[in-house]
């Protein structure tokens, strides 16, 4: 199983290598957030890589992910996503 730090999330689903996985979240902590702990629908050797995805919706009051429309950017073209302070560009 892997444990994600999380908040303010509501997880759909989460797949392992293209299968469905069980997860299930932890108790709440006031700055930590939540943890999200995913089982893998199988076991993986050592080395193996793994491809999680997670299908969520963030809220208003979730701080872990935050948006700059396309307007507050430099070029006024796309939305900048800040995750945990990792940059994504979209």
Partial sequence: S???????????????????????FGEKHSFKGTPLEITFP??????????VEISFESSP?????????PEQTS?????FLFSQCQVEFL
């Fill in 61 to 69: 009051n979730s701080s872990a992910l935050q948006w700059f429309t």
């Fill in 75 to 79: 070029g006024k073209k796309h939305p």
């Fill in 2 to 24: 892997q444990v994600l730090d999380t908040r303010d999330v509501q997880v759909f689903k989460v797949t392992v290598n293209g299968q469905d996985a069980q997860f299930a």
């Fill in 42 to 51: 199988k076991e993986l050797r050592r080395g193996q890589e793994a491809i």
